[in-house]
């Protein structure tokens, strides 16, 4: 079994004579200790360590903490965790497992999109400050649909929003705050909706959605969908120029089946269509949000859908060992050069013979994996090119 390279440490926690362990990522939010946020709002869901719901689901679960002490302090509760963000949902599996408790059900969804059952005696959120208005106020007003009979929802803001969110609760006729509770730069807010349904429809509706725009760039023109929460909604990172550009530089070349890595709103699945026309296109990326608008964008591009895969993972684990003869994104700089080698390590085995890899990054992350590509007998360098600190790498498999 090959090492967890973005381990970082274990973190220990007790509440209420309940000890648990957290594995924890450096690239996860709170990796030095169960953040103020998340210990304010169990204090205020279990005050004397007694939870008393059954069925609880816990959105934006990072690597776990709030939904398993939870689960520690009442183990026959069924619970419901989670996150947009692959890696986080590794870790709260490990975690879960760490702490004994293998039947809580893990899997992704950015704010209801995926959860697909109802009834939940609590919905909870440590909700983050980044997440935009709209997605906020849907996510605080659409667990109407998920709660039970008498069922309520508690969940923590940074004190910055509190007077918004506040705003949003008391101006829904449906909703009753039962508590509102600062300390230390949060607010707690639980409330609970005066009006109940009967397995009611769900109103479709994609709080992400920003607008749809068209950009031009490489002498393309095409149109996206932005979204809140991803960036490049307005204009095109260094990084992503770099890649379209390197992308184009390779036109001509009969490509079959393409990865693109990382891949944001769609910007490059979207320059790889358009330029190299492959076949068959895998997305690849931790953030379930950036594969959804990516995919959709593909299509919205006249993508033949039957022929797209999205994978929902950290790096390229799971792929298969000479799948793709274009393996193309941007590196995620924030992940550290260990992280980011182990990628390229991996990405070097799933190329086939002869194939293309084209990833772009910041330059110092780069030159990192430049001077350890004689590792990798079978790769050999064909182009660096470097912008205002990023770097573009393009790599032809032997």
């Not at 953040?35 to 689901?57: C, S």
């Not at 909706?193 to 068209?214: M, Q």
Request: hydrophobic share 40%.
């Amino acid at each position: 079994m090959e090492p967890d390279v973005y381990f970082k440490k274990v973190i220990d926690f007790t509440y209420f004579r309940k000890k648990l362990q957290f594995r924890v990522s450096h690239d996860l939010f709170s990796s030095f200790q169960i953040d103020v946020g998340t210990q304010f709002l169990i204090r205020n869901i279990a005050p004397e360590g007694v939870v008393k719901y059954r069925k609880i689901l816990d959105l934006g679960c990072g690597y776990g903490p709030l939904g398993i002490t939870l689960k520690a302090l009442q183990p026959d509760c069924e619970l419901h965790m989670t996150d947009i963000d692959a890696l986080a949902l590794e870790y709260t599996r490990q975690n879960a497992a760490l702490n004994g408790f293998p039947d809580i059900k893990v899997y992704g969804s950015g704010d209801y999109q995926k959860v697909v059952e109802r009834n939940f005696d609590l919905i909870t959120s440590n909700i983050p400050a980044k997440a935009g208005a709209p997605v906020i106020t849907h996510l605080l007003e659409h667990a109407f649909y998920y709660l039970a009979t008498e069922g309520e929802v508690a969940v923590v803001v940074v004190n910055p929003l509190a007077e918004s969110v506040k705003g949003v609760l008391e101006k829904n006729p449906s909703i009753y705050i039962l508590d509102e509770k600062s300390r230390a730069g949060h607010t707690v807010f639980k409330y609970r909706f005066n009006k109940y349904h009967d397995n009611a429809p769900i109103p479709e509706k994609n709080p992400y959605l920003r607008d749809t725009r068209e950009f031009t760039p490489e002498e393309l023109t095409y149109q996206l969908e932005t979204a809140y929460g991803l960036a490049e909604f307005d204009q095109l990172s260094y990084t992503t120029g770099l890649l379209l550009a390197g992308l184009k530089k390779i036109g001509g070349v009969k490509f079959e089946d393409a990865l693109v890595l990382n891949p944001g709103i769609g910007h490059t699945a979207v320059g790889v269509w358009k330029l190299l026309t492959p076949k068959r296109i895998t997305l690849a990326d931790r953030n379930l949000l950036s594969l959804e608008f990516s995919a959709k964008n593909l299509v919205l591009n006249n993508f033949n859908p039957e022929n797209l895969v999205t994978r929902h993972t950290s790096g390229v684990d799971g792929l298969e060992k000479n799948e793709f003869d274009l393996i193309t994104g941007t590196l995620r700089d924030e992940e550290g050069p260990d992280v980011l080698w182990d990628h390229f390590r991996k990405i070097a085995g799933i190329i086939k013979p002869s194939g293309t890899i084209a990833m772009a990054g910041g330059s110092t992350p780069v030159t990192r994996i430049v001077e350890r590509l004689p590792k990798v007998h079978d790769l050999k360098i064909m182009e660096r090119t470097k912008y205002r600190g990023f770097s573009l790498l393009l790599l032809k498999k032997n």
